[in-house]
T-cell receptor, first 113, second 117 residues
């Protein structure tokens, strides 16, 4: 394991379509986080997992967003009925546990047209 | 929940000068404060962090200070070099809702640092 992997790197989709992103964390990391970043802004928290349990979800997160982490390994983030406002960089990060620095993946850049 | 304010939003310095970026946080229960550097088109990378039981930490040209009473922390970069040019983000841990442990990190909006040769 050399780091956090995200797939795909880029995704262009039409408004109204569903998209799914995948994140593979560093294998020994228990925590996995999803953030969203738009141009000129800091990463905005979406949700996080400890092992397979989804512990927190941002109140700002629409019901169109759902995330899973089956078996406590990789995670998927699905956005249903995409809107233009969903266009952003979606960053995944993992950490050994709470209060440890994150290792970020390279992100998935979503463009909704 | 936690709120993090970061200043300035842009900072331009001459090579060799020092740069200071300041952040304030709102939740006195926060106990972990990392700093990330993000170069254009790349992922944020952890450069230094500090925990609430420490007032200052240094790593070569980079140092971070924490004032728990005032709820602010700062990043200091000395002898700046052109390769220090990037966007820097501060973050503070957010108290989680499970078991009292810290949950996620809340990030500031970032400071774009430009180091002129």
């Amino acid at each position: 394991d050399t780091g956090v992997s995200q797939d795909p790197r880029h995704k262009i989709t039409k408004r109204g379509q569903n998209v799914t992103f995948r994140c593979d964390p560093i294998s020994e990391h228990n925590r996995l986080y999803w953030y969203r970043q738009t141009l000129g802004q800091g990463p905005e928290f979406l949700t996080y997992f400890q092992n397979e349990a989804q512990l927190e979800k941002s109140r700002l997160l629409s019901d169109r967003f759902s995330a899973e982490r089956p078996k406590g390994s990789f995670s998927t983030l699905e956005i249903q009925r995409t809107e233009q406002g969903d266009s952003a960089m979606y960053l995944c990060a993992s950490s050994l546990s709470a209060d440890y620095g994150y290792t970020f993946g390279s992100g998935t850049r979503l463009t909704v047209v | 929940g936690e709120n993090v304010e970061q200043h300035p939003s842009t900072l331009s310095v001459q090579e060799g000068d020092s740069a200071v970026i300041k952040c304030t946080y709102s939740d006195s229960a926060s106990n972990y404060f990392p700093w990330y550097k993000q170069e254009l088109g790349k992922r944020p990378q952890l450069i230094i962090d500090i925990r609430s039981n420490v007032g200052e930490k240094k790593d070569q040209r980079i140092a971070v200070t924490l004032n728990k009473t005032a709820k602010h922390f700062s990043l200091h970069i000395t002898e700046t070099q052109p390769e220090d040019s990037a966007v820097y983000f501060c973050a503070a841990s957010n108290r989680g809702n499970y078991g009292g442990s810290q949950g996620n990190l809340i990030f500031g909006k970032g400071t774009k640092l430009s180091v002129k040769p």
